[in-house]
């Protein structure tokens, strides 16, 4: 199975290529002209997981709700799901209970 990408990318180098119309590229590669012209809006979690990182540093105590909060307040609009993917690979080892810290 080719994926979109692949797909956009080959209609794409038909119409540069072989001149040819969009119309007729697309309905050569079996792909939608809507699908030829999509962009992905996603953004990239770096910036998000850096000030993550900078609130757990500054209020270690904190869960992941509160931090979700402080994110808001800091005006990030991303949602709690996208949030919590990003929260159990930052290190915060303040969520641990002292005694699982503690060696036997």
Known sequence: MVKA????RAARNLI???QISQRRACRLIDLSRNA??????K???????????QAAGI?????????????????WKDNHKRVYRIY???PN???LRVADL???
């Open 5 to 8: 990408v692949d797909r956009r």
């Open 16 to 18: 540069q290529e072989h």
């Open 36 to 41: 030829l012209e999509y962009q992905s809006c």
């Open 43 to 53: 953004s990239a979690d770096s910036q998000l997981r850096r000030d993550l990182v």
């Open 59 to 75: 209020w270690p105590r904190w869960g992941f709700p509160t931090l979700l909060d402080q994110m808001r307040r800091k005006g």
């Open 88 to 90: 159990p690979y930052e």
């Open 93 to 95: 080892y303040s969520t």
């Open 102 to 104: 503690i060696e036997r």
